[in-house]
């Protein structure tokens, strides 16, 4: 009586083109979610602090989307508001959808806590200058609020690509759905989901690597050998316009 | 080569002088936020090239009355005339009311906390308002901007970010920013009140020397050793209004025994 099963390692390899297809699919879709999360998010954040009916129609959007899992989301958005609107959309602009009615309430949490938190005198300050209240929230407000949202907007993004593994059931072909499908040959479901698993891990890992890199650039002053290379320019340049004023004779 | 278009009016040229007559005028100035009424009626004139010292306990009302000048805080009543145009409610209704945008071009005011944007170095802090609001194409810009550190002290700091300057030097590079931008008069809300006492004096002489150059100033200050030096016209505030104000010598010759008991207190 056989105790193990054969594990078909090699299988991995000889998919690999197609479970990185799958893992392609799903940070595509991921990456189009969060450009429209954070722009709807933004939005939402600012009708919540604005003015009477907008900002309950921002509560009521955030406290409800929140508590809706992905995969409710997608099937509703897939095969429910498809029927309402009379438009068939793609599994992949279904889950783009899913994912942004989602994560758009989670990052209009983070913008809005990011944006109480910039001290009322910068806002102040702008408008002393003589800039416009939209001047003010473009220069001043927003890179500062952007700032302390990045590292929860990188949370998010990874939970996006997490959440995509439950597109499988529309009929996205992201990464469990090629697992299943090979599976389906070959019943090797340890081997299979354990490639699934370590697809999904590397992807947070670069997600987070590549988040804590961009918080690096975005310190003032930048911080670290990558983020000083990239905006060594302007400092070099600055250098250069305190040294052509210094060597000037004094008016 | 130092060029005039570069030259900072406030601190290494002369300041603009907005022509005769009144820079400042306030009539009947009231604030309520809520219940609490902060300002009481007050009548404040500021001639041109005037220095004028506003001092007097905490509650007093003598930071809302400053920041009524540029609108920070509205009037709930009374008439604001800043350069001849009303701001304000104004006593004579049908009067068309001037934008807030418009008068801070030329009003500018350093504060308190300093409020420099952290996430520009202190040249872009100077830079940016003049590219985005006087519309300074970038080079010049960066020219003037430079000037204007070189003349409060902080060239070489040009690229640093505030984070990494002391108080003293934040609040010289904010009295920059706010000069660079031309203004006719410069309101200074307790601008070293949170300093630590070894860099006050360095932000005093910054002021001292825009004094100097003819800018019409209003300080909101506990700095009165600053103030009798400094001041053409100095103002006691307390509980929302002016208790007694007057020219030089003031310090010396206050009448009013409020003023007498406050001033002997703090000096």
Same mark, same amino acid.
């Given at each position: 009586?056989?105790?193990?099963?054969?594990?078909?390692?090699?299988?991995?390899?000889?998919?690999?083109?197609?479970?990185?297809?799958?893992?392609?699919?799903? =940070?595509?879709?991921? =990456?189009?979610?969060?450009?429209?999360?954070?722009?709807?998010?933004?939005?939402?954040?600012?009708?919540?602090?604005?003015?009477?009916?907008?900002?309950?129609?921002?509560?009521?959007?955030?406290?409800?989307?929140?508590?809706?899992?992905?995969?409710?989301?997608?099937?509703?958005?897939?095969?429910?508001?498809?029927?309402?609107?009379?438009?068939?959309?793609?599994?992949?602009?279904?889950?783009?959808?899913?994912?942004?009615?989602?994560?758009?309430?989670?990052?209009?949490?983070?913008?809005?806590?990011?944006?109480?938190?910039?001290?009322?005198?910068?806002?102040?300050?702008?408008?002393?200058?003589?800039?416009?209240?939209?001047?003010?929230?473009?220069?001043?407000?927003?890179?500062?609020?952007?700032?302390?949202? =990045?590292?929860?907007?990188?949370?998010?993004?990874?939970?996006?690509?997490?959440?995509?593994?439950?597109?499988?059931?529309?009929?996205?072909?992201?990464?469990?759905?090629?697992?299943?499908?090979?599976?389906?040959?070959?019943?090797?479901?340890?081997?299979?989901?354990?490639?699934?698993?370590?697809?999904?891990?590397?992807?947070?890992?670069?997600?987070?690597?590549?988040?804590?890199?961009?918080?690096?650039?975005? &310190?003032?002053?930048?911080?670290?050998? =990558?983020?000083?290379?990239?905006?060594?320019?302007?400092?070099?340049?600055?250098?250069?316009?305190? &040294?052509?004023?210094?060597?000037?004779?004094?008016? | 080569?130092?060029?005039?278009?570069?030259?900072?009016? @406030?601190?290494?040229?002369?300041?603009?002088?907005?022509?005769?007559?009144?820079?400042?005028?306030?009539? #009947?100035?009231?604030?309520?936020?809520?219940?609490?009424?902060?300002?009481?009626?007050?009548?404040?004139?500021?001639?041109?090239?005037?220095?004028?010292?506003?001092?007097?306990?905490?509650?007093?009302?003598?930071?809302?009355?400053?920041?009524?000048?540029?609108?920070?805080?509205?009037?709930?009543?009374?008439?604001?005339?800043?350069?001849?145009?009303?701001?304000? !409610? @104004?006593?004579?209704?049908?009067?068309?009311? @001037?934008?807030?945008?418009?008068?801070?071009?030329?009003? #500018?005011?350093?504060?308190?906390?300093?409020?420099?944007?952290? !996430?520009?170095?202190?040249?872009?802090?100077?830079?940016?308002?003049?590219?985005?609001?006087?519309?300074?194409?970038?080079?010049?810009?960066?020219?003037?901007?430079?000037?204007?550190?070189?003349?409060?002290?902080?060239?070489?700091?040009?690229? !640093?970010?505030?984070?990494?300057?002391?108080?003293?030097?934040?609040?010289?590079?904010?009295?920059?920013?706010?000069?660079?931008?031309?203004?006719?008069?410069?309101?200074?809300?307790?601008?070293?009140?949170?300093?630590?006492?070894?860099?006050?004096?360095?932000?005093?002489?910054?002021?001292?020397?825009?004094?100097?150059?003819?800018?019409?100033?209003?300080?909101?200050?506990?700095?009165?050793?600053?103030?009798?030096?400094? @001041?053409?016209?100095?103002?006691?505030?307390?509980?929302?209004?002016?208790?007694?104000?007057?020219?030089?010598?003031?310090?010396?010759?206050?009448?009013?025994?409020?003023?007498?008991?406050?001033?002997?207190?703090?000096?």
């Amino acid at each position: 009586m056989k105790i193990f099963a054969a594990y078909d390692w090699s299988l991995i390899w000889d998919y690999r083109s197609q479970l990185l297809d799958g893992l392609w699919v799903a =940070i595509k879709v991921s =990456i189009v979610a969060l450009v429209l999360s954070v722009v709807v998010g933004l939005l939402l954040a600012l009708m919540r602090m604005g003015k009477a009916p907008l900002t309950w129609i921002a509560a009521g959007y955030v406290n409800i989307f929140r508590g809706v899992p992905a995969l409710v989301s997608v099937i509703w958005v897939y095969f429910g508001l498809s029927m309402l609107l009379g438009i068939q959309f793609s599994t992949f602009q279904a889950g783009v959808i899913a994912l942004t009615l989602l994560y758009s309430a989670f990052i209009a949490e983070i913008y809005r806590a990011a944006l109480t938190a910039i001290p009322k005198g910068q806002r102040e300050a702008g408008l002393a200058l003589g800039m416009n209240p939209v001047r003010v929230f473009l220069s001043v407000t927003l890179p500062q609020a952007t700032k302390i949202a =990045i590292p929860n907007i990188g949370s998010m993004f990874i939970g996006m690509v997490k959440d995509t593994s439950t597109f499988t059931v529309i009929g996205l072909t992201e990464v469990v759905r090629v697992t299943q499908n090979i599976n389906s040959t070959y019943f090797q479901p340890f081997v299979l989901y354990t490639a699934a698993a370590a697809l999904y891990v590397i992807v947070a890992f670069l997600i987070d690597f590549l988040f804590r890199g961009v918080e690096k650039v975005m &310190e003032s002053p930048p911080r670290g050998r =990558i983020a000083q290379a990239i905006t060594g320019r302007k400092r070099r340049r600055i250098l250069a316009l305190i &040294e052509r004023h210094q060597a000037s004779p004094s008016a | 080569m130092a060029d005039d278009l570069t030259r900072i009016p @406030g601190l290494d040229a002369a300041a603009p002088q907005p022509g005769t007559g009144a820079v400042v005028e306030m009539r #009947g100035i009231r604030k309520s936020f809520g219940q609490n009424e902060v300002l009481r009626g007050v009548d404040l004139t500021i001639e041109a090239g005037q220095h004028v010292v506003i001092f007097g306990p905490s509650g007093s009302g003598k930071s809302t009355l400053l920041r009524t000048i540029n609108l920070l805080e509205v009037p709930t009543a009374g008439s604001l005339k800043v350069l001849g145009r009303e701001y304000a !409610h @104004g006593n004579e209704p049908g009067v068309p009311r @001037g934008k807030p945008v418009e008068l801070r071009r030329d009003v #500018g005011m350093v504060f308190q906390q300093f409020n420099l944007f952290p !996430h520009l170095t202190a040249l872009e802090n100077i830079t940016m308002p003049l590219k985005r609001v006087a519309k300074v194409k970038g080079s010049e810009a960066e020219e003037r901007a430079a000037h204007a550190l070189r003349s409060v002290g902080l060239l070489r700091h040009a690229a !640093h970010y505030p984070r990494e300057m002391s108080g003293g030097q934040q609040q010289r590079v904010a009295i920059a920013r706010a000069l660079s931008m031309d203004p006719k008069v410069m309101l200074f809300d307790e601008p070293t009140s949170a300093l630590d006492p070894e860099l006050v004096g360095e932000v005093l002489s910054v002021m001292r020397k825009v004094a100097e150059s003819g800018m019409t100033m209003v300080v909101v200050t506990h700095e009165l050793g600053f103030a009798r030096e400094v @001041g053409d016209l100095s103002v006691f505030m307390e509980d929302g209004q002016i208790v007694e104000s007057g020219p030089r010598g003031f310090f010396d010759n206050c009448q009013n025994p409020r003023t007498q008991k406050f001033i002997s207190a703090v000096l």
